[in-house]
């Protein structure tokens, strides 16, 4: 059984009942996983062909900044391990700098000020491709102010119910949700979140009617859970494991295209009929639009090397994190696809930020 991987699409259809565009699964998902197993001979190979460009060999030439959007949990987890091992790669400093606030927008707002000249970095998650969709005045552009330089790592979702939900599958759910049409609820980390909007993918897809109930955070929304206060949540694997092993949640699906090792008895949404409902929570760094290819070749490659090292990825999965490392494009061909993705749910279930 084989832990579940950040899902990149290529191709989308239409679902003309409620107007979302699925993406599918199986050929790109072949793909990128061939592209993974490649990747390391194609690095070090070519790092051996083509020498780096003069610039790029004296890069850097003092400390890194690396912006962080979250405090704790995954984001402190990745920025403290990668600072150490970049220090170790490049033979200058990298410093974090934790700049938690407005669900991660502040960080990237700040980071889109920074000089283009590659001595600051941008360690972030999936608000990078959702806010542009709910806010109008972000600060900052996610394409036209960053370069991607790679994905870090995955965490996979997972729809859990309360027990007093009588539904044992996928399936049972939507039967329930389509019998009983406004009866049901789920409840997010807030409007916007990727808590809502894992759920709001599902309620489209499936074609149901159920409730949403915001909470200020994710964990309060499982706790609130946890009290018989709503019935369903999507969230992440991590954080849900306690519960589903004690039986105080029931778990329907891994929302990813394989199961996780972590959940082996919980079936994906592609076995229970719903490969369009892949929600992935990711991690990428960035750095600011307009430094030079090179350098930015520099930095991936050294990223890349730090997230295939064993300590690195025995030590991200012990909290549940699944290391992702990609190319520059491939990564911008990911986080256009996250974007669109995002943006047609937020438009399609008219969600709105106060």
């Keep these: 059984m084989r832990t579940s991987r950040p899902w990149m699409t290529q191709a989308a259809t239409r679902t003309t009942a409620v107007h979302i565009h699925h993406q599918t699964n199986d050929t790109t998902w072949r793909s990128y996983m061939t592209i993974r197993r490649a990747w390391p001979c194609l690095v070090f190979g070519a790092a051996c062909l083509c020498p780096l460009p003069i610039q790029a060999q004296s890069y850097p030439e003092r400390s890194i900044r690396m912006i962080v959007a979250f405090a704790t949990g995954a984001s402190h987890i990745l920025a403290i391990a990668l600072?150490?091992?970049?220090?170790?790669?490049?033979?200058?400093?990298?410093?974090?700098?934790?700049?938690?606030?407005?669900?991660?927008?502040?960080?990237?707002?700040?980071?889109?000020?920074?000089?283009?000249?590659?001595?600051?970095?941008?360690?972030?998650?999936?608000?990078?491709?959702?806010?542009?969709?709910?806010?109008?005045?972000?600060g900052y552009d996610?394409?036209?102010?960053?370069?991607?330089?790679?994905?870090?790592?995955?965490?996979?979702?997972?729809?859990?119910?309360?027990?007093?939900?009588?539904?044992?599958?996928?399936?049972?759910?939507?039967?329930?949700?389509?019998?009983?049409?406004?009866?049901?609820?789920?409840?997010?980390?807030?409007?916007?979140?990727?808590s809502q909007l894992g759920s709001e993918l599902f309620k489209a897809l499936a074609k149901i009617d159920i409730v949403h109930v915001p909470y200020k955070g994710a964990s309060i929304a499982l706790t609130a859970m946890l009290g018989g206060e709503v019935d369903m949540v999507v969230s992440t694997v991590p954080a849900t494991i306690p519960f589903i092993n004690s039986g105080r949640m029931r778990g329907l699906a891994v929302l990813a295209p394989e199961r996780v090792a972590s959940l082996p008895k919980v079936p994906t949404t592609a076995e229970a009929g719903m490969p369009q409902v892949v929600v992935i929570t990711w991690y990428g760094m960035f750095t600011r639009a307009g430094v030079k290819p090179e350098i930015v070749e520099r930095l991936n490659t050294e990223i890349v090397k730090a997230l295939r090292m064993p300590d690195i990825r025995a030590s991200f999965a012990k909290v549940g994190l699944d290391t992702a490392p990609t190319t520059s494009a491939e990564f911008a061909r990911f986080l256009r696809e996250e974007t669109d993705k995002w943006a047609r749910v937020i438009r399609d279930a008219d969600i709105r930020v106060n």
């Design 83 to 138: 600072s150490e091992k970049l220090r170790e790669s490049l033979g200058q400093g990298v410093v974090p700098d934790f700049r938690p606030g407005a669900g991660g927008n502040l960080a990237s707002a700040l980071a889109a000020k920074a000089p283009t000249d590659g001595y600051t970095l941008l360690l972030t998650s999936p608000t990078i491709a959702i806010s542009p969709s709910l806010f109008k005045n972000l």
């Design 142 to 194: 996610t394409f036209r102010d960053f370069t991607p330089i790679s994905l870090l790592a995955t965490v996979p979702n997972v729809l859990v119910v309360h027990p007093s939900v009588p539904a044992k599958s996928l399936k049972e759910l939507i039967a329930l949700a389509k019998a009983h049409p406004h009866k049901l609820n789920f409840g997010s980390g807030g409007v916007g979140s990727g």
